[in-house]
């Protein structure tokens, strides 16, 4: 698991996301980026590499934290997922 702090990419571009991985020396493994709420930019830039999957807080399950490898939240999704399973 890695906490990211909340980011936006400018424009769609898969070699942002691509560099952003490489950063987190993630390249070789599935990852699952959660977001806490929809950002175009960072899906379109992710949706065409077969190891990457991009969600919002709110679509977070089992499954896919399971079926990845790192799991990669920002801080506004943990804070979404805090409040989500304090209730």
């Known amino acids: ?12 571009k898969t ?3 691509i560099q952003l991985v490489a950063d987190l020396q993630a ?3 599935r990852t699952l980026l ?10 379109l830039s992710s949706r065409n590499l ?5 969600i ?3 679509q977070l399950n089992t499954y896919d934290v399971l079926n990845a490898g790192k799991l990669l939240l920002t801080t ?9 399973l304090a209730k």
């Open 76 to 84: 506004g999704a943990v804070k979404l997922l805090e409040e989500a």
């Open 50 to 54: 077969k190891k990457a999957k991009v």
């Open 27 to 29: 390249t070789d493994v």
């Open 1 to 12: 698991i890695i906490v990211l702090e909340d980011f936006n990419f400018d424009v769609v």
């Open 15 to 17: 070699k942002s996301y």
């Open 56 to 58: 919002t807080a709110d």
């Open 34 to 43: 959660v977001l806490p709420a929809a950002n175009n930019n960072v899906y």
